[in-house]
């Protein structure tokens, strides 16, 4: 089945930096890749999401990138914010876009 | 956005007891809808889909006896977590996908304490 691995596992960046998170996935035939952002104790939210047909997709200070030929795909954020900090989850779709493979996590903390 | 619902969002029970955890789409129809539980500091760990109206499709290694769902309508699905115990003590989350699109729309969350 689907395996997908996220790193770093922590990240940590001061205000205004860029912060990269990178996730490799092994299902050649996962096409839809969402990234999610959850604080404690609530529900991950979708930031941004990219489909196996599209190289980039931008949304103001996120962006995410895919590489379909090495598997995989990464998440960029500019200029970071305190409100930022939260732990960040790639996922890939398997089965015909039917369930989601969740990666590890990165612990984003933007420092003031 | 669609809207999920998920009840309670915390409970606390004794070892032994029954739980069950309700999930809600709101405003649209979820044929399929997906269990996860995540332990602390992990990520989310899929147990199970939930198709209405057919018997649930339990990843490796979930009891299908033990979590019991029960997917009886287009609109809600229902985790019981039978005979808890310390060890499924856990944030468990539904998500619920419409038929015609990728996105999940993940519910509230339920954090269960088992004592």
């Known amino acids: 089945g689907e395996n997908v691995e996220q790193h770093p596992s922590t990240l940590s960046v001061q205000e205004g930096d860029s912060a990269v998170i990178k996730c490799t996935y092994s299902?050649?035939?996962?096409?839809?890749f969402p990234w999610y952002k959850q604080e404690l104790g609530k529900r991950p939210q979708l930031i941004i999401d990219i489909r196996s047909n599209v190289g980039e997709k931008k949304d103001q200070r996120i962006a995410v990138t895919l590489n379909k030929t090495a598997k995989h795909f990464s998440l960029h954020i500019t200029e970071t914010q305190p409100e930022d900090s939260a732990v960040y989850f790639c996922?890939?779709?398997?089965?015909?876009?039917?369930?989601?493979?969740f990666g590890a996590g990165t612990i984003l903390r933007v420092k003031s | 956005g669609a809207v999920v619902s998920q009840h309670p969002s915390r409970v606390i029970c004794k070892s032994g007891t029954s739980v069950k955890i309700e999930c809600r789409s709101l405003?649209?129809?979820?044929?399929?809808m997906f269990w996860y539980r995540q332990f602390p500091k992990q990520s989310l760990m899929l147990m199970a889909t939930s198709n209405e109206g057919s018997k649930a499709t339990y990843e490796q290694g979930v009891e299908k006896d033990k979590f019991l769902i029960n997917h009886a309508s287009l609109t809600l699905s229902t985790l019981t977590v039978t005979s808890a115990h310390p060890e499924d003590s856990s944030f468990y989350i539904c998500?619920?996908?419409?038929?015609?699109?990728?996105?999940?729309?993940f519910g509230s969350g339920t954090q269960l304490s088992v004592l």
């Open positions: 996922a890939a779709t398997m089965e015909y876009g039917n369930k989601l493979v």
């Open positions: 998500s619920a996908r419409r038929q015609t699109l990728e996105k999940l729309f």
């Open positions: 299902d050649s035939a996962s096409n839809y």
């Open positions: 405003d649209f129809q979820a044929t399929t």
